[in-house]
């Protein structure tokens, strides 16, 4: 049985950062096609935050291009998403996701984020 399950997250202050982890279990996550972080603000859609792919590739959204870096240790089957330069509009449920060819996405039960101005 594939768990994601995210850690990390907490209240900063704006201009802090944060570090969030996405630890696996049941499979390693450099077998997944990618690996991504999406977050949901109150009262909005879900967004994709970052992507690394099986490949290393990344990308990001617009919004926080230059302030997130994602990143994967293998040996710690985990993927980090290193935030900095937190802005009040940051504030969301950040959650893990794997995803696969022709299956369906694993959902971690996400971490809350909270950035005070």
């Known amino acids: 049985q594939v768990q994601l399950v995210e850690s990390g997250g907490g209240l900063v202050q704006a201009g802090g950062s944060l570090r969030l982890s996405c630890t696996a279990s049941?499979?390693?996550?450099?077998?997944?096609?990618?690996m991504e972080w999406h977050r949901q603000a109150p009262g909005k859609q879900r967004e994709l935050v970052a992507t690394?792919?099986?490949?290393?590739?990344?990308n990001y959204a617009e919004s926080v291009k230059g302030r997130f870096t994602i990143s994967r240790d293998n040996a710690k089957n985990t993927v980090y998403l290193e935030m900095n330069s937190l802005k009040p509009e940051d504030t969301a449920v950040y959650y893990c996701r794997g995803s696969d060819l022709g299956i369906v996405p694993y959902w971690g039960q996400g971490t809350r984020v909270t950035v005070s101005s």
């Open positions: 690394i792919t099986i490949g290393g590739s990344t």
């Open positions: 049941g499979r390693r996550i450099f077998s997944f096609v990618a």
